[in-house]
């Protein structure tokens, strides 16, 4: 492999994990290896993210990882290797679910006459099982079943630590030991002193535990597989002839042409050159209507193509499309760890030898205490098998995995852990107006020319000034003035001032374009103007004055609608208690108008851009945890000032980078349905460590005192993990419940 040339980020594929004690001591290795900067272990998707240095190889870490009882294996960057080995990864995880059950089915079987016989002796009939059949049968099961467990804690203990396959394989060998040992010793009625039954009944418990959570943690992870899935391996290129040429995905660049048909999967992120159609987009939105794309309009990667057949420029092929961002999003916020976390991590790396030392202490005990060498065994056994640290291991990354993907599913893409945790407890929540709890879209309606301009002069020099801005408002007046006929004039010197508009020089003549604040700066009269358009603009306006060479010339009044959904999304949003407060660069009348329309609770107006994160950080000073949701362009600084940035409908860079959550559709009720799954999958953490520290601080005190036998402590040892992925894998059925379009305030 060659030498990573700067300092990088590589993705390993780790075998051999079964507990938290192994990925901790893993990432604990790997944290102390030369050259390696810092390491995360995930137990619930079996992978290590390892940041290196320029000075060591994947090989390196591959035979860090090797030493420490693991296997490695690095994950390709090539998308079609990568998902070639996806495929092999989720083969072979499979098969050996298949073997599991397989193997399980046959332990049950050579397990079964022990515990029919246990339930006759219970029900006051039958009799013990003679001691060469218990010994046939536990010696079957102890090699079937326990090689597993004997394999895992040769690699823990080789690579200088321990883990649950430790205290499985110590419990059960123990069981089976005496039994043997005591059939060797006594000759008669030795079917009383045998525990051929407990070592068989706790590998096969522990086996089934083990099955059931494969299974649980496959279908956790499903999301991202499926989103994976999605991506077309070839893709149909038009050549300049008009030809066609099947070719794979990877070999496309930004700028050629593809040929979508009815039907179809989108291959790239591109824009449409020729036809229209409707595309299904709710594996990237979550949108479950098809949405209308004709000529000039973008295409996203996964996409399904409708009726039409359509032609489509490249912009964006594999890892860089919006759908490659959202996996690359959403495995790294499934990778991450909780703060808790770190505490189960600290826990996991003692808990192993302080359990044998439990054992331990509890053997010597019942021999001082008069309770027999038996005795004494049983609760050892029972501590030993009792004791889970599978179940600590996996109640956070699995909850993570789950509520991250039934997120993204529903469109909502949440950062990292800590977002997460934080979105969990947002009090106050602040909506940006443009684009936000506004469609983006304003129409120039009111166009006041002051005395003695010629309107279609007004227009067309605010036209020319605008001509190279993407603001939406310049977009605004250049859709005005396309639809009066009038064709923009040459311009220079075009300078945008941020918050206040842009100034230039048209035809030698200086204009300036913006706000009130923007006229005063320059000490431009504007008192006629506004006289002009009293009774014509309307409060919910915004405004943009127009001056050229030191007088004003005109006035604009755009109005951009509300969003059908914004009234419902506020109104959810004050049923949990959550305050609603709008910052626009508005003027205050503009503000008051649209935060009344919402309504929300309060609104600031004639806020800056460069002012919006101060505001926000004012804010919370004021109103504890708050979240800011804005387009993730404009409101980049306030975004990432707030303790949650939610960047609403765009899925460009920018959002993915600044915002902790994005939302893959401009509805603002899916803010309400983000901090809905932040805070379920919060609580499905806290339920899952409950119940893994709860199972071990109860269990393990009855095991020792012997009020448990070494069977019944291997079932709730393998019911503690089972019960940890299954109540997170409930998450997966989550979806967010929108409010009806249509709810007023109130």
């Known amino acids: 492999m060659t030498e990573p040339a700067e300092n990088s980020v590589r993705s390993f594929d780790i075998r051999g994990m079964t507990c938290a004690a192994c990925s901790a001591r893993l990432e604990r290795v790997l944290k102390k290896t030369p050259g390696i900067l810092d390491a995360r272990v995930n137990l619930a998707l079996e992978r290590a993210d390892v940041a290196v240095g320029p000075e060591i190889t994947p090989d390196a870490v591959v035979a860090a990882v090797d030493g420490a009882g693991f296997s490695a294996t690095l994950r390709s960057d090539d998308p079609v290797i990568a998902r070639a080995e996806r495929e092999a990864r989720e083969a072979e995880a499979a098969a050996a679910r298949r073997r599991t059950g397989w193997l399980l089915l046959v332990c049950a079987l050579l397990t079964l006459p022990f515990v029919v016989a246990m339930v006759a002796m219970m029900a006051g009939f039958g009799h013990i099982l003679p001691a060469s059949i218990q010994l046939v049968l536990a010696t079957a099961v102890q090699i079937l079943a326990g090689h597993r467990f004997y394999r895992g804690a040769w690699n823990a203990i080789r690579g200088g630590g321990a883990n649950m396959d430790v205290l499985v394989s110590l419990g059960t060998t123990a069981a089976w030991g005496f039994s043997v040992y005591m059939m060797a010793t006594i000759h008669h009625m030795v079917e009383e002193h045998l525990y051929f039954e407990a070592s068989a009944v706790v590998l096969t418990l522990v086996l089934l535990g083990k099955f059931l959570e494969e299974r649980a943690k496959a279908s956790t992870t499903r999301a991202v597989r499926s989103l994976m899935a999605l991506r077309p391996e070839t893709a149909t290129k038009l050549a300049d002839d008009g030809s066609q040429t099947v070719v794979p995905v990877s070999s496309l660049l930004p700028g050629d042409r593809v040929l979508i048909r009815p039907g179809e999967r989108v291959p790239v992120d591109g824009r449409i050159l020729g036809g229209e159609s409707h595309f299904d987009e709710a594996v990237i939105t979550g949108e479950s209507l098809p949405v209308r794309r004709t000529s000039g309009e973008p295409v996203v990667t996964g996409a399904v193509n409708g009726e039409g057949a359509v032609t489509v420029e490249v912009g964006a092929v594999g890892e860089d499309s919006t759908l490659g961002r959202i996996t690359r999003l959403v495995e790294n916020a499934q990778s991450g760890k909780a703060p808790v976390q770190r505490l189960v991590d600290r826990v996991s790396t003692v808990f192993v030898p302080t359990v044998v030392v439990v054992a331990a202490i509890a053997f010597v005990l019942w021999v001082i205490l008069g309770g027999g060498i038996e005795q004494a065994l049983a609760a050892a056994v029972a501590v030993l098998v009792i004791a889970c640290p599978c179940a600590l291991g996996l109640a956070t990354p699995t909850a993570l995995v789950a509520g991250t993907g039934a997120a993204a599913r529903a469109g909502i893409l949440i950062k990292d852990i800590e977002v997460l945790e934080r979105a969990a407890h947002i009090e106050t929540v602040v909506f940006d107006k443009t ?39 310049a977009r605004a007046t250049l859709g005005r003035a396309v639809a009066d006929g009038i064709v923009p004039r040459a311009a220079e010197n075009v300078r945008a001032v941020p918050g206040k508009g842009l100034t230039g020089s048209v035809e030698g003549a200086d204009v300036f374009i913006g706000t009130a604040a923007l006229m005063d700066e320059h000490g431009i009269d504007y008192a006629e103007v506004e006289r002009a358009g009293l009774g014509r603009l309307r409060p919910e306006m915004t405004l943009a004055y127009v001056a050229e060479n030191g007088r004003a010339i005109g006035l604009f009044g755009y109005a951009d609608a509300l969003r059908a959904e914004a009234p419902a999304a506020v109104t959810e949003l004050r049923r949990r208690g959550i305050r609603t407060l709008l910052l626009t660069g508005d003027r205050p009348p503009a503000g008051r108008a649209i935060a009344g329309a919402a309504g929300l609770d309060d609104w600031r107006a004639e806020v800056l851009p460069e002012g919006k994160a101060a505001e926000v950080e004012s804010l919370r000073t004021a109103g504890g945890r708050l979240a800011m949701v804005g387009d993730g362009v404009n409101d980049a600084p306030a975004l990432a000032a707030a303790d949650v940035g939610i960047a609403m409908g765009s899925g460009t860079d920018v959002a993915m980078e600044t915002a902790g959550i994005t939302l893959m559709r401009p509805d603002p009720r899916l803010v309400a349905a983000a901090l809905d799954i932040a805070a379920a999958t919060s609580l499905k953490i806290r339920q899952n460590l409950f119940w893994a520290f709860i199972y071990n601080v109860i269990g393990i005190p009855l095991a020792a005192f012997g009020l448990l036998t070494p069977a019944l402590a291997g079932a709730a040892m393998a019911m503690s993990s089972v019960s940890v992925v299954t109540n997170a894998g409930l998450l997966t059925r989550w979806a967010p419940k929108l409010p009806p379009v249509g709810i007023n305030k109130g």
């Open 435 to 473: 684009g936000t709890l506004t469609v983006g879209h304003p129409e120039l309606l009111e166009l006041v020319a002051a005395e003695g301009i010629e309107p279609a002069h007004l227009l067309a020099v605010a036209a020319a000034a605008q001509a190279g801005s993407e603001h939406p408002l």
